[in-house]
Nanobody
Framework: QVQLVESGGGLVQAGGSLRLSCAASGSTSEINAMGWYRQAPGKQREFVARFTSGGGFRQYADSVKGRFTISRDNAKNTVYLQMNSLKPEDTAVYYC?????????WGQGTQVTVSS
């Protein structure tokens, strides 16, 4: 089992920045992929960014390329999402996503609201 705790969401004006964190605990030795998804009201959950299996490469959704950066601290089992130049359309609940062995885990979500 892996437990995920997210933090860092909030309210920010357009053009501002936020940094999300997701700390993993439990059976972390088998984690092989970590990333972020988001879900806006009335929409399906969508991919935002992730480290690919093995952690060698970063992938981003086209809508966030050049504005968001995913990073990780392996010693702390934590993945971060630095979000710059935020837009109102980035407003959503952001979820941490982890694969550990054959299992997929989700965090509880953290709200990000960008005002215009």
């Amino acid at each position: 089992q892996v437990q995920l705790v997210e933090s860092g969401g909030g309210l920010v004006q357009a053009g501002g920045s936020l940094r999300l964190s997701c700390a993993a605990s439990g059976s972390t030795s088998e984690i092989n992929a970590m990333g972020w998804y988001r879900q806006a009201p009335g929409k399906q959950r969508e991919f935002v960014a992730r480290f690919t299996s093995g952690g060698g490469f970063r992938q981003y959704a086209d809508s966030v390329k050049g504005r968001f950066t995913i990073s990780r601290d392996n010693a702390k089992n934590t993945v971060y999402l630095q979000m710059n130049s935020l837009k109102p359309e980035d407003t959503a609940v952001y979820y941490c996503n982890v694969y550990s062995g054959l299992y997929e885990y989700w965090g509880q979500g953290t709200q990000v609201t960008v005002s215009s």
